[in-house]
Nanobody, 124 residues
Framework: QVQLVESGGDLVQAGGSLRLSCAAS????????MDWYRQAPGKQRELVAG???????NYADSVKGRFTISMDNAKNTVYLQMNSLKPEDTGVYYC??????????????????WGQGTQVTVSS
């Protein structure tokens, strides 16, 4: 099995910066892509940014120019650098990964894995 562990959430003032990390661990797996989602109180979970193992990225319009997603393939870790934070960025940030499990010569179709979430609070 694979586990995702997030870190980096904190309380920060508007205009500040935070860097979130999400590390995947387990045995015999390969990452297809990793994403960051967030969920604000009373709202649906939304995609913030995503990156493939090849380095292609995508961002929600609300964070373009402020957030940067990156991946360290050797460490199976994805990062989200968040600058110029706004109060509306407040929420629980979740890491998602699409992962192939490798068992001998068999590679499974990719499955979704989720982290436990990390709280980001931006004060005005």
């Amino acid at each position: 099995q694979v586990q995702l562990v997030e870190s980096g959430g904190d309380l920060v003032q508007a205009g500040g910066s935070l860097r979130l990390s999400c590390a995947a661990s387990g045995s015999a797996f390969s990452i297809k892509a990793m994403d960051w989602y967030r969920q604000a109180p009373g709202k649906q979970r939304e995609l913030v940014a995503g990156i493939t193992s090849g380095g292609s990225t995508n961002y929600a319009d609300s964070v373009k120019g402020r957030f940067t997603i990156s991946m360290d393939n050797a460490k199976n870790t994805v990062y989200l650098q968040m600058n110029s934070l706004k109060p509306e960025d407040t929420g629980v940030y979740y890491c998602n990964a699409q992962i192939f499990l490798i068992r001998g010569f068999v590679i499974s179709p990719p499955n979704d894995y989720w982290g436990q979430g990390t709280q980001v609070t931006v004060s005005s």
